[in-house]
């Protein structure tokens, strides 16, 4: 599972950081550099499109994960290039913009726009496969998830594009519902399909969500 990421347009990145002169780059060594939205070669392309605006960068590094708490390390261990900057520009996922912002004072930007959770089904090749609604529907539907399978992430379908056990709003992909149609069939629990299911509950999903544990002994 990694989180996936792409890149912003040059020219929104350009007006975030239209008040600094002088900024610090960091990239991400794991989901970043697998998606080539945030690595080596992609923090280095930055950095030339940054100076090629007339932005001085004082020095960048890729941080082997964003995220970790270890970036606090990898901070002070690079502290004079990035005391010298005006900010920060972060090419990792939202997690990883945060995470430096917590262990230093200076403005911290985002250069890639986190869009989910992804797993890969194939080389190079990402799907979402939740996207943490807080009310699990997977056993009602034998394995298969409406909510990120389904375009219109219906809990009762399908709806009436569908044509061929392909997606009307997708047509690359396979209707989740014939998928879910097949499956329960398969396990002999087709009239299943016959119940309705309520309105997701989203203030389930109310921000900011957390949850406290008992610390194991």
């Known amino acids: 599972m990694i989180t996936i990421t792409e ?23 794991t989901c970043a550099t697998m998606l080539h939205t945030g690595g080596k070669t992609e923090v280095i392309e930055m950095k030339d499109k940054l100076e090629a605006e007339g932005k001085e960068v004082t020095g960048w590094m890729v941080i082997p994960t964003a995220c970790d708490p270890l970036t606090k390390e990898a901070l002070l261990e690079n502290a004079r290039d990035v005391d010298r900057a005006d900010c920060i520009l972060v ?4 997690f990883g913009v945060q995470t430096v912002g917590l262990y230093n004072d200076k403005a911290v930007y985002p250069a890639l726009d986190t ?28 394995g298969i998830c409406p909510m990120t399978q389904c375009a219109k992430s219906l809990l009762n379908g399908p709806c009436g594009g569908a044509s ?6 997708k047509p690359e992909y396979d209707c989740a519902w014939v998928l879910i149609y097949d499956r329960l069939k398969k396990l002999g629990r087709i009239d299943e399909m016959k119940e309705y299911v309520g309105p997701t509950d989203y203030s389930k999903m109310n921000k900011q969500r957390h949850v406290e544990v008992t610390p194991l002994d």
Do not use: D, W
Request: glycine share 12%; charged share 20%.
């Open 164 to 169: 061929n056990g392909k997606c009307e709003q």
């Open 7 to 29: 890149q912003k347009p040059v020219e929104e990145v350009l007006e975030n950081l239209k008040s600094c002169r002088k900024v610090y780059i960091i990239g991400c060594g």
């Open 91 to 94: 090419m990792s996922c939202a």
């Open 115 to 142: 869009l989910f959770l992804g797993k890969e089904t194939r080389p190079g090749y990402f799907v979402e496969v939740c996207q943490q609604c807080g009310q699990c529907v997977l056993g009602q539907y034998a």
